[in-house]
């Protein structure tokens, strides 16, 4: 089963050609109406893209093809490059506790929030998230490239700005949380 799929949504006529040439796609092709749309069974490893002749509001991932007309060829390259899109895009985006961390633009997200964040904070984020506990020394060392034996309070200082953009846009006062095990984020 191929791991690209390409849900042909209410446009006839698109998956009957798509339909008869799909031994030569790399991409398995599914017809859906407004009907059958909420029975399909969406696997997690899967990557989806939802192509139709109009834009729908409840759509998300669609490719619309409302121009026409448009050669066969055309349709497929449009297809395979949202394909791609869609790749890059799931590559790059973290779940960071209930927030979503967009590293191609640096961005976190929560509901319909979004706070800019800078390279550093980004790198910050990160690791801590994935060390879990970490040390103050380990950070100068890891996130700053900074030797360990210099007194400095660059991380505290980071780590503050960052707590406080986080509760001024998402009111999250426990974001980075601090013991005697280091910092770490839930």
Do not use: A
């Not at 799909?22 to 069974?41: A, G, P, Q, T």
């Not at 619309?64 to 349709?75: A, F």
């Not at 998230?129 to 034996?149: A, C, F, H, P, R």
Request: hydrophobic letters at 35%; aromatic letters at 10%.
């Amino acid at each position: 089963m191929n791991s690209k799929i390409l849900i042909v949504y209410e446009y006839q006529i698109l998956f009957e050609i798509l339909n008869e040439i799909k031994e030569n796609l790399n991409f398995e092709v599914i017809k859906s109406n407004k009907n059958d749309f909420n029975n399909i069974k969406f696997d997690q490893k899967s990557n989806f893209l939802i192509i139709s002749s109009k834009k729908h509001r409840k759509l998300d991932n669609c490719l619309v093809l409302d121009k026409g007309p448009i050669k066969l060829e055309k349709i497929i390259e449009l297809i395979n490059i949202n394909f791609l899109k869609n790749k890059f895009s799931d590559q790059s985006d973290l779940k960071i506790g209930k927030y979503k961390l967009d590293l191609n633009s640096r961005k976190i997200i929560f509901e319909n929030k979004v706070l800019n964040l800078t390279e550093r904070e980004t790198n910050l984020i990160i690791f801590i998230n994935q060390k879990k506990n970490v040390g103050i020394k380990e950070l100068q060392k890891k996130v700053w490239d900074y030797s360990t034996d210099l007194e400095t309070h660059t991380v505290e200082t980071h780590i503050y700005r960052l707590r406080k953009k986080m509760k001024d846009t998402f009111d999250d006062e426990e974001f980075i949380l601090y013991d005697n095990n280091g910092y770490s984020i839930d």
